[in-house]
């Protein structure tokens, strides 16, 4: 069976076999098979349970109206525990239904008490607008449901806190918008009955503790109108989901994790791109075989990029309807340009049944494409992560996922948006040129076996309790009372913001002094986001968060918005704003960073003789200082060009080990080679990170030195990027035999001779990737896990 390419209505519905025979044609296509495992995730059954005896009939009808005849025994479950008054988080896979599980209890209440309000809290736009859609739907006497965001058209405000007994926002409005503005929500406030934090493992690292003291602020707030919500949450399947929720919320929390919902099978292939001869990525003309010299050619693998873009064409071009899912939101762009391309060259106009998706879009946009899939106009979409959470799309019959996403629940996330309404689906990961993805391409057991890791959040941040502390204040002043609720440190916080002149103390109490708020980013150190504005027209086309900015839009950047390609003009930071034109050169643009290093003191430390490994504070200046143009075709290096930013300053939380010069000589490691040695093995410990700790590669740091001024040895530094830490050095430190026993794995596992992308090579390295020594680095490694206890 083959649909034919303009097919209309959504592809898949076929045999079971269908992605088995789909899977087979795509990797007969290439020389050489690029997939390393396949992995059958067979269908399951659903256990339906009865409506609780306090679900009202009319919502019961309600949700028949909508095809729901009866929840699935966890929705019930979660469901009643809540309507009970418990704190309650429902952990299970995607699309099984999480959200009967807190609309049921939420709605039942609204239903019964006219006065009761609820709260919902997700991390996207597109979540919120989805569940306001689907309690919208349900058309409910008196709920009145409304998204209250940065989107929200001024004028409906002040309805909304008046009259909606169903808010849907996201934490950034609630810290920014609605617990400075208690006093106009008070009503609201006052009856709320339920908080609902929907995708909750999002909420991690130096983002998830900001979001922690949110929630704790509006605790605090309710309990000052006298209201005591229930809390139910929603979590990707992990680890330890009820832990995890109580962190969050700083509430015991009940966790219900059997998932009793049906889904069909799918077929998960693991697809490793393949390694390219030599030079084959420049434009030189010299045949591979003629170049003898190895020190400047680096082997690289086909981008996935490119691998991906391929895949979506073929699959579009067969009618099934397939979402590919990009790490960065330049990737997206580049996958549905190249697919579009590919799929023209076939048949003009097909390309136009393929677009990008990212979240920094405008509303209008979003919406349009969101729409466009849901009715078929669309059978390929390329997207940012903006899409994993959730948006209620139906009948995607394969994804394509370029890149693992960083987590294990967020592949799983992105896998299970294929084959939604039960039928047989294909899920594909296709490998970066990275450590980690090399490492997971080889080693199945660690997607398909392992638990999923635990979400990493550390609320006594004193980088994130202080500032909180201070909005709570600025809110109502805080009284000692309030301090148990902030927890650990919170003590110290006050102390330090009254020392500052920030608060001031009274006998009731710590009082905010200034008369502006405090302006506190909940993402982290990156500051308020930059807008991206075209020069010519004024046209504002999207925003970038300030951390990310100086690697993005620095003067020269390459900055690419639904397809269209942009130049980057001029970065003002004191504006909060870069300008750009539109212009499309045939290069892409890679920023690149310098770091320097201090300890500042050591926490935690492993004598492990000629290794040690230690846990502490240090100081980290880094400098966006460079950055390389490269042939979008070939990825060939056009040149390298100066930026003058200015520098980076960061105290927080490291792990690094040394050795002895000594075992360095005996393990076979030439003094010379000694730099290489570590570096490789930086660049790759740094890579595996991601597999011990839920954290983003992106988000750590690395330096390597054969001689560091306050070690005094051979060290190899990995660092949180963020100030104060957010927990993943920390996880690091507590799982460093397992980390390094990987980061050695893949090293030694990937095919490359001299070290490539894949294994010790690192995009955003600020000298250029040398010296590294790939075999040297193994050796190391060697010599750290001989010693350490493991
Ligand atoms: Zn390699
Ligand atoms: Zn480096």
Not at 8 to 23: R, Y
Not at 244 to 263: I, K, Q, W, Y
Request: charged content about 20%; hydrophobic content about 40%.
């Amino acid at each position: 069976m083959k649909p034919s390419p303009a097919a209309s209505a959504p592809a898949g519905h076929g045999p079971a076999s269908a992605p088995v025979d789909l899977l087979r044609r795509l990797r007969a296509r290439g020389a050489g098979d690029p997939v390393t495992h396949v992995e059958r995730v067979p269908a399951r059954a659903g256990v339906p349970a009865p409506w609780p005896p306090w679900a009202p009939t009319e919502l019961r009808a309600a949700f028949a109206r909508r095809g729901v005849v009866a929840p699935w025994r966890h929705q019930a479950e979660a469901a009643t525990l809540a309507y009970e008054g418990g704190h309650v988080v429902v952990a299970t896979g995607t699309a099984s239904g999480k959200s009967l599980a807190y609309q049921l209890p939420a709605l039942a209440t609204l239903l019964a008490d006219p006065r009761a309000t609820v709260l919902y809290l997700a991390p996207t736009k597109a979540l919120a607008a989805d569940q306001l859609r689907a309690v919208a739907e349900l058309e409910l006497e008196g709920v009145r449901p409304a998204c209250y965001d940065g989107d929200t058209p001024r004028a409906e405000r002040e309805w909304i806190r008046r009259h909606s007994r169903f808010v849907l926002t996201n934490p950034d409005m609630l810290h920014h918008g609605i617990l400075p503005g208690h006093a106009q929500w008070s009503g609201f406030l006052r009856r709320l009955a339920y908080v609902v934090i929907d995708e909750c493992h999002t909420y991690r690292g130096v983002f998830g503790s900001h979001v922690a003291h949110v929630l704790r602020r509006l605790r605090r707030q309710c309990a000052r109108f006298g209201a005591t919500p229930v809390f139910v949450l929603a979590s990707a399947t992990s680890g330890d989901p009820a832990t995890a929720a109580g962190r969050l919320t700083g509430l015991p929390v009940t966790a219900v994790t059997e998932d009793a919902s049906p889904r069909g099978g799918v077929t998960f292939a693991l697809w490793e791109p393949p390694l390219l001869p030599p030079d084959s990525g420049s434009s030189s003309p010299v045949p591979p075989q003629a170049t003898g010299d190895h020190d400047d050619l680096h082997q690289v693998r086909r981008s996935a990029l490119r691998e991906t873009a391929d895949l979506l064409a073929d699959t579009v071009s067969e009618g099934v309807r397939t979402l590919a899912f990009v790490r960065s939101r330049k990737g997206a762009e580049v996958v549905a340009a190249n697919a579009r391309r590919a799929l023209d060259d076939a048949v003009p106009g097909l390309g136009d049944r393929v677009a990008a998706y990212r979240g920094g879009y405008l509303r209008e946009e979003r919406r349009e494409l969101e729409r466009a899939l849901l009715h078929g106009d669309l059978l390929g979409l390329a997207s940012t992560n903006a899409l994993e959470l959730g948006v209620d799309l139906v009948g995607l019959d394969a994804v394509l996922i370029c890149g693992y996403p960083g987590t294990r629940a967020s592949l799983w996330q992105q896998a299970g948006r294929a084959g939604r309404s039960g039928q047989e689906a294909l899920a594909v990961l296709v490998a970066r040129d990275d450590p980690l993805d090399t490492y997971l391409v080889h080693h199945p057991e660690a997607i398909f076996g392992a638990p999923v890791e635990a979400t990493v959040l550390d609320p006594a941040n004193p980088y994130v309790l202080t500032p909180q502390l201070a909005c709570a204040a600025a809110e109502a002043p805080l009284t000692p009372a309030d301090l148990a609720l902030f927890g650990d440190g919170a003590k110290e916080a006050v102390d330090e913001l009254v020392a500052a002149g920030a608060l001031r103390q009274r006998p009731t109490g710590w009082y905010w002094r200034h008369r502006e708020r405090p302006d506190v980013d909940l993402r982290g150190e990156g500051g308020a986001p930059v807008c991206v504005v075209e020069s010519s027209t004024g046209r504002l086309l999207g925003t970038v968060d300030g951390g990310s900015s100086h690697f993005l839009l620095h003067p020269g950047a390459v900055y690419l918005h639904q397809g269209v390609s942009y130049v980057v003009d001029e970065l003002d930071l004191a504006d909060g704003c870069a300008l750009v034109h539109a212009e499309e050169p045939d290069w892409s643009t890679h920023a690149r960073d310098v770091t320097d290093l201090s300890v500042v003191s050591v926490r935690s430390y492993v004598d492990a003789g000629p290794v040690g490994m230690f846990l502490g504070e240090v100081d980290v200046t880094s400098q966006v200082v460079s950055y390389q143009r490269r042939r979008i075709a070939t990825g060939e290096v056009i040149d390298t060009r100066p930026l003058d930013l200015p520098t980076r300053e960061l105290r927080t939380v490291a792990v690094w080990f040394t050795l002895s010069p000594q075992s360095l000589t005996s393990a076979g490691v030439q003094t010379s080679d000694v730099p290489g040695a570590l570096h490789a093995a930086e660049h790759a410990a740094i890579g595996l990170l991601p597999l011990m700790a839920t954290c983003d590669r992106w988000d750590i740091g690395g330096l390597s030195t054969a001689l560091h001024p306050d070690t005094e040895a051979p060290t190899v530094f990995v660092y949180d990027g963020h100030p104060g830490g957010a927990g993943f050095a920390e996880r690091a430190y507590g799982t460093a035999s397992a980390w390094l026993r990987a980061t050695r794995d893949a090293i030694a596992e990937c095919g490359c001779e001299t070290g490539c992308p894949s294994c010790v090579q690192s995009p955003k390295c600020g000298n250029g990737n040398n010296p590294l020594s790939k075999p040297d680095a193994i050796r190391v490694l060697d010599v750290v896990l001989a010693n350490l206890p493991t």
